[in-house]
């Protein structure tokens, strides 16, 4: 059934090589973990991926309830968390996926560091990975902010206060941020949900597309 | 069992899709149930509301009551104001109406229609019902009004949720 169904779409639009190019390619012996166990260390490119795309789905169901206004976020928050059916299970999805989304580019980091896969002729792709790095640490930083409980509230007056010290444009940075000059309140909220749910992802979704690509062309790098 | 032997990458293929599929849908299912929530919540028993008209105060001539309600909507709660248009009809039983005009939800009233009195009149689409209810044929509504079913306490009329009729 399903296979008929494929023939019938590839005859049409040959779809054949499309997928082919992205999902056909071999897996040289040395990052095979059934070749060398140790060659696990190759898997945390592919966990960090596999743990952004639960982000990004877990993210998409929960602004279902969730409203970026200071007097329901936390209302609509505890509300999904407590009476909604499995809202502690996505929320907390979303909630430890964040830190695990850190700890897994971190290993790919090093692995990649430690390695010396970045040199020529993958330095791009290595400046490309740093960009990511830093469009996840705005996620985790936006994103707290979300629950507008008091954790939340002074993590991201803290954080603010960080961008300000920033040498000569400090000050615009942390009222671009929080969208007003010394109030953390309606406008910081609703900045940082556009920011957390369409600015970076739409950033890291470029930036991730660029990464493969660039892998796919290189291929990935020999071994030590 | 078929004769056929199922090939290395045809095993492998299977299982893969197998533990992969599980896989997916154990993180699919809680994101699924979740979004599907609002549609298996049980609904709350239609309680009646306490209206401020008092039942000996009702007459023939039907007359506008606004009651209120507290309605909790997820995390928000707020005062609702529903209206109910009520009298008694010629054997004293108490009939109350629901205003919504059953063609686009309008708000209908009473013997507003100078050319056609003690009728219900939509200004909206000129429909019209008479007296009990029932839609005026060649006019826009397509059914008669909706019913509130109703209690007496205390000698307070106590309206519950309004009930579609079938058509006239």
Redesign the interface.
Known sequence: MLNKIYDWVDERLDITPLWRDIADHEVPEHVNPAHHFSAFVYCFGGLTFFVTV?QI??GM?LT??YVPDIK?AW??V???QN?????Q??RG?HHWGASLVLVMMFLHTLRVFFQGAYKKPRELNWVVGVLIFFVMLGLGFTGYLLPWDMKALFATKVGLQIAEATPFIGSYVKVLLAGHEHIVGAQTLTRFFAIHVFFLPGALLGLMGAHFIMIRKQGISGPL | MSKERVSRRQFLSYTLTGVGGFMAAGMLMPMVRFAVDPVLKAEAGGDFIPTPKKVSEITKEPVRVDFKFKQKDAWYESEVTETAWVYKDDNGKIIALSPVCKHLGCTVNWNTDKEHPDQFFCPCHYGRYTKDGTNVPNTPPLAPLDVYPYKEKDGYLYLGKAKPRKEA
């Open positions: 639960i789905l877990s169901f279902m309830y329901n209302e609509s505890y509300y999904l009476e909604v059916a499995f809202g299970i996505v999805m």
